[in-house]
Nanobody
């Protein structure tokens, strides 16, 4: 079992930065692979970034490469998404997800947070 709670969303101007956090409860962080997804207004949810069970391998969608960084803190059982050089098209509800399946990384997940809104103004 895993329970995920996101925080850190908000309103920011284009070019600004935000850091999203996802706090996990349940098993130890090393049991999970973790990911961030987002759902822009009127669109389907899309993959953003992922970090594997070791915490050493990451994967990003092309549109955020060089701007976003995913990281994890095993001691705090928290995964972060550091977002820099934000653009209006980054506006979305951002979701944290956990993969306890041991397969399907970086795109398959079985636990999801409730989401946090990120709005980037132009």
């Amino acid at each position: 079992q895993a329970h995920l709670v996101e925080s850190g969303g908000g309103l920011v101007q284009a070019g600004g930065s935000l850091r999203l956090s996802c706090a996990l409860s349940g098993r130890t962080l090393s049991s999970f692979a973790l990911g961030w997804f987002r759902q822009p207004p009127g669109k389907e949810r899309e993959f953003v970034a992922a970090i594997d069970w070791s915490g050493k391998t990451t994967h990003y969608t092309d549109s955020v490469k060089g701007r976003f960084t995913i990281s994890s803190d095993n001691g705090k059982k928290t995964v972060y998404l550091h977002m820099n050089s934000l653009k209006p098209e980054d506006t979305a509800v951002y979701y944290c997800a956990a993969n306890t399946l041991g397969r399907g990384w970086p795109y398959e997940y079985d636990y999801w947070g409730q989401g946090t809104q990120v709005t980037v103004s132009s």
